[in-house]
């Protein structure tokens, strides 16, 4: 079932969803662990908007390497 909400997930809140789901059709051990803590510190990254950072920081960064290292 799928609300409205859905279209309006951001990408990282999309992966830890993902993964969230994926851990749980595993058996509790060490690959189910390692799902649940990929899946917290991704929404972690998308409450504190680092994702939408990471954008304007590339795009500023483009070209701008041999301004910061000159020859």
Request: charged content about 30%.
């Amino acid at each position: 079932m799928k609300n409205s909400s859905d279209e309006a997930m951001t990408p990282l809140k999309q992966h830890a969803v993902d993964a969230l789901r994926r851990a749980r059709k595993l058996p509790v051990g060490p690959h189910r662990n390692d799902l649940r803590q990929l899946a917290m510190g991704l929404r972690r990254l998308d409450r504190e908007g680092i994702g939408r950072n990471f954008h304007h920081r590339e795009a500023g960064l483009q070209g701008g390497a041999e301004a910061r290292y000159p020859g």
